[in-house]
């Protein structure tokens, strides 16, 4: 009795499996969804477009549209966009990115920027502590303590200026 | 006129040999008759381009499609104004529109009224000379703009429907004015280091032929990002495309003249650094427009693939390396003069943040540009540098930049004391952080958002606290209104307040970037008729769709009401439209535009039974962006207007040499 019961859980089971998976599969994705969005535009779309496939209109362009199927059935399979990338690029490499990789070679893309900007910093942080030293012991003598007197300078230096003209 | 057309560029040619010829030697004979009859070969160079430009305004106007260019751009039934627009929408036209502003440009300085008897003319004339000489040799033998077919074509293949559009009128003309505009201030600053003589003059000049051209390479990026937004259907303004970066970068390091320049002019210093900033910002114009026309690079901008790009190149390193030759040669005239630094927290300081933060960004943008070459040079694999690199890897260099512009109006000059700091930044700083707390009261959680918002907040305290303090001087010494002292005190300092609402400008681009980046929402659905799609607070009703013609053109549209909150806001026609003489249709989207945010319709796609998708988006804050926009070119204006009080041209002072 108890094998008849476990055989027909069993077939149905196997009966309604496909209308189970069925009904994953047929989850609506929408193409303009965040979710999509953070998978699609990982990749560039070769069509010439010069877009990557998530802005890349599939009314437009045949390659997109299945590339799009493609996508949305890998989520359905539960991949994480780091899975569908890893994916891709062992198909095409790493061309069919939209930003190089943050490995290798293309590390340099993303870090020199900043090594440069920092390299440059510290260069600007010497340059003016040399021209500030030079100033030596000199007894420092701003020319205005504080942004209202500056301010008030030029005014009176404005204001005597204009008064100059009206008499000259 | 297929004989007049082509002699305009050939006659050309030759003045333009002629008078850089002659300008030379009336500069090394100091003959001034030379000199004279190279300032009339200006003039006849500026006939000649602007005969070129009407004959091709002309033949594009009348269909003339016997010659390759009409018939590549243009159709019989496109409207009037946009066959006359179809002169840039092409290689050979768009470096005719160049060449036209450059001698145009050539002529206001070396005819101009200020500049008379001055003898830096004759050398800024001859180097805009071989620069026009390099464009009309381009135009004669490589990017000719009037060559005949062989047969004569009953039809044009029409123009490009995207460039079809209010934005492409004006979104080229204002980037070419940007570009060629910066080969003056280039030439300003060979001319002073061949003269030795870089002063307050040279200064004073420079700076307002930079600040021009900063204002249309603005204005050009502005229109292109607007053009792009309402045009292609895309819904976002900027994509880091090679040719956007190509004009972006120009626009950074002339930015970062426009700021060391002021320590130049205070303390004589960063000579060296200024000329450098110069010689790059025009380097990059013509590196740009290598990357563009040379299809080395893939661009939504797609120029016709041609070995013009080569020519731009060779014609870059040139002046390059002639620039660094002669700035080299005057190496210890500049070196002389630097002064010195009082303490580590100035104003001076903060401009040489202020440097390394443009350039800085100039750099990853150029980096970031070229880097599938250098990748596909080392490891033979181009990879694609695109939209997510640039955001991540600018955004953190161009808010530091938004806080050192926030903090930098701030600090005085020479010197600021730690009193001073704290007496000037205490009541910002608590003011920033307690709407930084208030945003994240009211919802704002994303960090991003926060710091950058955070970041303007000070700005714009700081920025009003600059007008208050001025005003409030103003009025201690002149007793007048509020509004009369704030108009006074700006009018009487053009460039600091010019300079400060171009600030503002900037802090309401930004706003509305973040804003427009970080809060989008999208949604694509495809809805029976008379269904509705809701995103946020709105509700679009799909109330029908049908079918118009209008020329050669068929239009699908539909009607959709949109209702926000359950109140109606109209009824709008998202289209899609199928050209007679071009494969791809285009969108026509519908934007409900407010200060808030903006709906963004558009009608993607549709089915025999009357489904359709649309693709719909609320973009935050796009307003903020075009206001900031605007208010740029008012502070821009405001700055380089010539005024009744200071801002005039000073008394040229340098050397004197016979020939002017």
């Known amino acids: 009795m108890k094998n008849k019961i476990y055989i027909g859980l069993l077939i149905i089971l196997v009966v309604f499996q496909g209308s189970f998976l069925h009904v994953e599969a047929a989850k609506q994705i929408d193409y303009k969804s965040a979710e999509f969005k953070a998978v699609a535009q990982q990749f560039a779309c070769t069509c010439g477009c010069g877009q990557d496939h998530y802005e890349c209109d599939p009314n437009t362009c045949n390659l997109t549209t299945e590339f799009k199927a493609d996508l949305v059935e890998m989520m359905n399979k539960g991949w994480d966009k780091d899975k569908i990338r890893e994916y891709y690029i062992n198909i095409y490499g790493e061309e069919i990115l939209t930003s190089p990789e943050k490995s290798g070679f293309s590390l340099t893309a993303w870090v020199l920027p900043f090594v440069v900007i920092g390299a440059a910093g510290i260069a600007v942080f010497f340059i003016i502590r040399k021209w500030v030293k030079k100033k030596g012991t000199e007894e420092d003598v701003a020319e205005y303590e504080s942004p209202e007197e500056e301010v008030e300078g030029e005014i009176l230096s404005s204001i005597i200026d204009e008064e100059r003209k009206k008499y000259l | 006129m297929y004989l007049f057309a082509n002699a305009t560029i050939y006659i050309g040619l030759a003045i333009a040999i002629y008078s850089l010829l002659i300008m030379t030697l009336g500069i090394s004979t100091k003959n001034q008759k030379f000199v004279n009859s190279g300032k009339g070969g200006l003039i006849a160079l500026l006939v000649c381009s602007s005969l070129a430009m009407l004959s091709l305004f002309y033949l594009l106007a009348t269909s003339q499609f016997q010659y390759e260019y009409v018939h590549d751009y243009t159709s019989s039934e496109l409207p009037i104004i946009y066959k006359l627009t179809a002169l840039w929408a092409g290689n050979a036209g768009s470096l005719l529109l160049w060449t036209f502003f450059l001698t145009l440009y050539t002529f206001m300085i070396a005819l101009s009224r200020k500049l008379k008897g001055n003898p830096m003319v004759p050398y800024i004339s001859a180097i805009l000379l071989a620069n026009a000489v390099f464009f009309f040799f381009i135009l004669g033998f490589v990017a000719k703009p009037f060559i005949l077919l062989d047969e004569i074509p009953i039809e044009g293949k029409g123009l490009n429907p995207m460039l079809q559009n209010p934005g492409m009128i ?52 502005i229109f292109g990002g607007q053009w792009a ?35 130049q002019e205070r303390k004589n210093m960063l000579k060296i650094w200024n000329i450098s900033l110069i010689i790059v910002s025009y380097a990059l114009t013509l590196f740009g427009t290598f990357l563009v026309r040379s299809g080395v690079l893939t661009s939504v901008h797609a120029f016709a693939n041609s070995n013009l790009g080569l020519y731009f190149l060779i014609f870059m390193g040139v002046a390059v390396i002639g620039a660094l030759y002669v700035l080299m040669s005057r190496y210890n005239l500049l070196k002389r003069s630097a002064g010195e630094f009082n303490s580590f927290v100035s104003k001076e300081s903060s401009f040489l ?53 926030a903090v930098c109006p701030l600090l005085a000059w020479q010197k600021s004391t730690v009193k001073n700091l704290r007496k000037n930044f205490m009541i910002p700083a608590i003011l920033a952080i307690l709407a930084m707390i208030l945003m994240v009261v009211l919802g704002i959680q994303k960090a991003w958002a926060v710091i950058g918002y955070g970041v303007i907040s000070l700005l714009l305290i700081t920025h009003f606290l600059e007008f208050y303090r001025g005003v409030k001087a103003r009025r201690k010494m002149t007793k007048e209104s509020p509004l009369v002292a704030l108009y006074r005190l700006m009018i009487r300092n053009r460039r600091r307040y010019g300079g400060y609402i171009v600030h503002l400008g900037i802090a309401f681009i930004t706003m509305g970037i973040i804003g427009s980046q970080n809060y989008d929402l999208q949604t694509m659905k495809t809805v029976d008729l008379g269904k509705s799609i809701e995103l946020k607070d709105y509700r679009i009703n799909y109330d029908r769709l049908d079918q118009k013609k209008e020329g050669i053109n068929d239009i699908v549209y539909a009607d959709v009401t949109v209702f926000k909150n359950g109140k109606k806001l109209g009824t709008y026609q998202p289209e899609k439209v199928f050209y007679g003489n071009w494969e791809q249709p285009s969108s026509e989207v519908a934007i409900i535009s407010s200060l808030k945010e903006d709906l963004y319709i558009v009608l993607s796609a549709w089915e025999d039974d009357g489904k359709a998708t649309f693709v719909v988006k609320v973009n935050p804050m796009m307003n903020w962006l075009w206001i900031g926009s605007f208010m740029i070119v008012i502070g821009a204006l405001f700055a380089v207007w010539n005024g009744k009080y200071g801002n005039v041209t000073p008394r040229y002072t340098g050397v004197r040499k016979e020939v002017s």
């Open chain 2, 170 to 221: 004006i979104h080229p003309v204002t980037l070419y004015l940007g570009y060629v505009g910066l080969a003056i201030p280039f030439a300003f600053a060979m001319a002073a280091l061949i003269l030795k003589n870089v002063d307050d003059f040279w200064i004073k000049m420079t700076r307002r032929w930079t600040i021009i051209a900063w204002l249309f390479l603005s204005l050009g990026n």
């Open chain 2, 229 to 263: 937004y309402v045009e292609l259907g895309w819904g976002g303004y900027w994509a880091w495309d090679p040719v956007e970066n190509a004009s972006f970068m120009p626009w950074l390091t002339a930015t970062a003249f426009l700021h060391s320049v002021m320590i």
């Open chain 2, 353 to 405: 943040i202020n440097n390394l933060l443009l350039v800085g960004a100039a750099f990853a943008v150029f980096w970031g540009t070229i880097f599938p070459l250098v990748s596909e040079a080392v490891r033979g694999t181009k990879v694609t540098v695109g939209l997510p690199f640039f955001n991540k890897v600018e955004a953190p260099i161009l808010l530091s930049m938004m806080f050192i512009m």
